[in-house]
């Protein structure tokens, strides 16, 4: 069984740093991609920030220059800082992973979510 397990969050008036963290644990062969999707009220959830397992990434074009994704491969960790936050970043932001177990089967899966509120 696999878990991902978030951290961070929080509120933070805009201008402000964040930084969100996920720890993947359980049957894990590989972990092939890591990264963050957030949702708004009322919006449809969207990527913010992906990483390879080989270090390639890729972010929202919302996010580029102010959000910095990275992981720690040995330790199964990803981390997004979040800086010069936004009202509009406000969302509850969701780890996912792509991951391979022992069986050679590929599944994403997802963290519980972490609110992060920019606000005045």
């Given at each position: 069984?696999?878990?991902?397990?978030?951290?961070?969050?929080?509120?933070?008036?805009?201008?402000?740093s964040?930084r969100?963290?996920?720890?993947?644990?359980?049957?894990?062969?590989?972990?092939?991609?890591?990264?963050?999707?957030?949702?708004?009220?009322?919006?449809?959830?969207?990527l913010?920030?992906?990483?390879?397992n080989?270090?390639?990434?890729?972010?929202?074009?919302?996010?580029?220059?102010?959000?910095?994704?990275?992981?720690?491969n040995?330790?199964?960790?990803?981390?997004?800082?979040?800086?010069?936050?936004k009202?509009?970043?406000?969302?509850?932001?969701?780890?996912?992973?792509?991951?391979?177990?022992?069986?050679g089967?590929?599944?994403?899966?997802?963290?519980?979510?972490?609110?992060?509120?920019?606000?005045?």
């Amino acid at each position: 069984q696999v878990q991902l397990v978030e951290s961070g969050g929080g509120l933070v008036q805009p201008g402000g740093s964040l930084r969100l963290s996920c720890a993947a644990s359980g049957s894990i062969s590989s972990i092939d991609a890591m990264g963050w999707y957030r949702q708004a009220p009322g919006k449809q959830r969207e990527l913010v920030a992906r990483i390879t397992n080989w270090g390639r990434t890729n972010y929202a074009d919302s996010v580029k220059g102010r959000f910095t994704i990275s992981r720690d491969n040995a330790k199964r960790t990803a981390a997004l800082q979040m800086n010069s936050l936004k009202p509009e970043d406000t969302a509850v932001y969701y780890c996912y992973a792509q991951i391979s177990d022992y069986g050679g089967s590929s599944n994403d899966y997802w963290g519980q979510g972490t609110q992060v509120t920019v606000s005045s």
